[in-house]
Nanobody, 119 residues
Framework: QVQLVESGGGLVQAGGSLRLSCAAS????????MAWYRQAPGKEREFVAA???????RYEQSVAGRFTISRDNAENTVYLQMNSLEPEDTAVYYC?????????????WGQGTQVTVSS
């Protein structure tokens, strides 16, 4: 069982930056693939970015070049640095953890952190 706790959300103006953090329990964090998803009001949850234990990364097209996913295996933490934020980025952001076989399949989820971008 893996527990995930997100933090770092908040209110920011368009063009600003935020860094989300996700702390994971468990001694084998380094082998897991970690991901960020988001869900805007009235919309389905969507993939944002992921990073495998090897360090390889994948991004959703609309955030590529603005968002960066990274991980600190010593701290069991994954980060999402979000720059040049747009009102369309407003959503609840969720951290997820999986075995990394499928970029888009994850077994454990956090509770989410709200990101609001004002225009």
């Amino acid at each position: 069982q893996v527990q995930l706790v997100e933090s770092g959300g908040g209110l920011v103006q368009a063009g600003g930056s935020l860094r989300l953090s996700c702390a994971a329990s468990g001694r084998t964090f380094r082998v897991y693939a970690m991901a960020w998803y988001r869900q805007a009001p009235g919309k389905e949850r969507e993939f944002v970015a992921a990073i495998r234990g090897s360090g390889s990364r994948r991004y959703e097209q609309s955030v590529a070049g603005r968002f960066t996913i990274s991980r600190d295996n010593a701290e069991n933490t994954v980060y999402l640095q979000m720059n040049s934020l747009e009102p369309e980025d407003t959503a609840v952001y969720y951290c997820a953890c999986g075995d990394g076989v499928d970029w888009y399949r994850y077994d454990y989820w956090g509770q989410g952190t709200q990101v609001t971008v004002s225009s």
